[in-house]
């Protein structure tokens, strides 16, 4: 648990459905975060016990491409409780639809495939309850999944929840004809898993849902126990989202959008994109269950395999840039003090001769000398 004290809070960043999120600074460390609350006062005790054992299970998943959550804390009096996560200093993948949207323009194709590699690591490690392991070389093939434990499934995955973070590649230096690098929009991490639910190997689903219409799965909409395949279903609409700018079923009402997506029929994707890429949504947006592919599955394609081994290139180029600018300012650094110590050195040799001169233009020195 955290000890809020140790937080100053800074600005509001937005407003969700279950209260504000602010930007934080933890003093101790002068980390920046975010602060979640979520008034707990209308709850259960059941549902607050639910709450912060999903609170625990969050606080474990580790993953690059998950948004960090570091702890929680309890306002007793205004009955709020407090999430402090990791800060996403580039906002998220609506906005970037909106902008594209706004501008008229497609998202690159190897952009949609570089979210989308990034997205379904982040999903494994959630539906599988471990790390898909780094490609030596574009052909690996993942062995299958082990034995796993937990099951965390997101229930809630659309544009809004996909945060974009860290240092952009910058595209400056490329030739313009050049496509951007595949980090240009930064790191793709998942986030916003308060609806997540957490469930145990005994339990192979979970029955309630808590979603966001557009992208809500067939199953769920029928009232069937969901399971990770409805994540799949979800992602599928997040990434037909990116490619036409509009999400796949859209509708005027709940029963309008309740029919079409039980029918699974949606506007084919524009000619900008290729056929590997439209695939690849077909089978995410499979109204079968059986049909659907598994973020297994979806891992071993090779379009996503090449995106991850150029992601994993690139973020590889950027550490040894880095590293090369560390060891230029390391050696600017030597330099500035051997010209310094050299300086020191020169003054050490200028002194003793100019006390010297001193010493001989003193009236006595002269009168020593002649003694002499
Ligand atoms: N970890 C984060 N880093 C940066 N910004 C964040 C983070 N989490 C949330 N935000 C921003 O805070 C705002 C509110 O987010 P929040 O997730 O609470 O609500 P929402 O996703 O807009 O709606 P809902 O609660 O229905 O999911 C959004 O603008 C979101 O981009």
Redo the contacts with the bound molecule.
Sequence with gaps: MADSQDYEVLEE???????A?RRVVQRSTGTVM?R?EIKYGHMNVKERQQLIAECRILAQLRHEHI?RFHSWDFDERGQVLYLY?????R??L??LIAKYRQEHKYMPEQTVWAVLAQLLEALYRCHYGEDAVPLQTVYDRMSPPGKHGGIVIHR?L?P??V?L?GETSSSSSSPSSAPPPLLSIGTVKL??F??AKALGSSHQFATTYVG?PYYMSPEVLRDQPYSPLSDVWSLGCVVYEMCTLRPPFPARNYGELQHRIQQGNYAPLPDYYSQGLAQIIASMLKTDLKQRASTFELLQDIQVRTSRKALQLERFERNLLDYESELRSIEQLLERQALESERQGQQRVQRPTDSAYRRFTRPEYHWRERQR
């Design positions: 960043i937005g407003r969700g459905s279950f209260g999120v975010v979640k948004v996560m990791e800060y996403c200093s906002g998220d609506q906005a809630d659309k809004g929840n945060f973070t986030g916003d308060g609806l966001t």
